[in-house]
Structure formats: structure tokens, C-alpha cells
């Protein structure tokens, strides 16, 4: 069982940066993969970035990649998705997520964070 906890987010100007975290507790967990995902209300949810915890491989969506860092502490069990030069088309609930195999798909995901709003004021 995997437990995750989200903080950060918030309401930013365009062009900030910011920095979501996503801290993770449970049996086995140093051999998961986290992805990070939006959802706005228009959508369906996306894929944003994704990070092998082993191996510290990582996937990024194509339009974000140059705007976006996804990484983990080891030593805290926390990953990390820091935003740069935010648009206001980045506006969205952000979420966490884990499981055994990292993907670009959220189906394959089964324990998710509580999700946190970021909101780009232009």
C-alpha cells in the first residue's frame, strides 16, 4: 500500500516558476515509479512527467519538456515536478501518482495524491 501526499501550488503570476511536492509512504515504495498528471475542467487528465524511482528515468510531456523538471529525494521518499515559466494555460488541479511501472498512461497508476490546484494569472 502506497501513500501519497501533495503540497505545493497555489496562485502564481506568468512566467513564475513553482514547485509541487509529493511525499510517499508505504511497504515497497523505493521501487515505484511517479508520474504527474492535470485535470481541468475542459479535459480529460494529461500527462506531464514521470520518473522511475530506481532507476531515476524520466518521460516528459512533448509541449512541456523544455518548462519542466520532474525528480525524487531518496532520502525523504518525496518527488518533485518544478514548473518554469508558467502560462495561464497551466492552470489546473496537478496530481501525483504511483505504481510499479512508469507510463505515460494514468490508467496504469493505482494510488494518486489528493491533488493541487495550480492557478497562472496572466
Known amino acids: 500500500q502506497v501513500q501519497l501526499v501533495q503540497s505545493g501550488g497555489g496562485l502564481v503570476q506568468a512566467g513564475d516558476s513553482l514547485r509541487l511536492s509529493c511525499a510517499a509512504s508505504?511497504?515497497?515504495?523505493?521501487?515505484?515509479?511517479v508520474g504527474w498528471f492535470r485535470q481541468t475542467p475542459e479535459k480529460e487528465r494529461e500527462f506531464v512527467a514521470a520518473?522511475?524511482?530506481?532507476?531515476?528515468?524520466?518521460y516528459y510531456e512533448d509541449s512541456m519538456d523544455d518548462r519542466t523538471t520532474v525528480s525524487r529525494n531518496n532520502a525523504n521518499n518525496t518527488a518533485y515536478l518544478q514548473m518554469k515559466r508558467l502560462k495561464p494555460e497551466d492552470t489546473a488541479v496537478y496530481y501525483c501518482?504511483?505504481?510499479?511501472?512508469?507510463?505515460?498512461?494514468?490508467?496504469?497508476?493505482?494510488?494518486w495524491g489528493q491533488g493541487s490546484q495550480v492557478t497562472v494569472s496572466s
Open positions: 501518482a504511483s505504481d510499479i511501472h512508469i507510463s505515460r498512461d494514468p490508467s496504469q497508476y493505482g494510488y
Open positions: 508505504g511497504r515497497g515504495f523505493s521501487w515505484y515509479a
Open positions: 520518473i522511475d524511482w530506481s532507476s531515476g528515468v524520466t
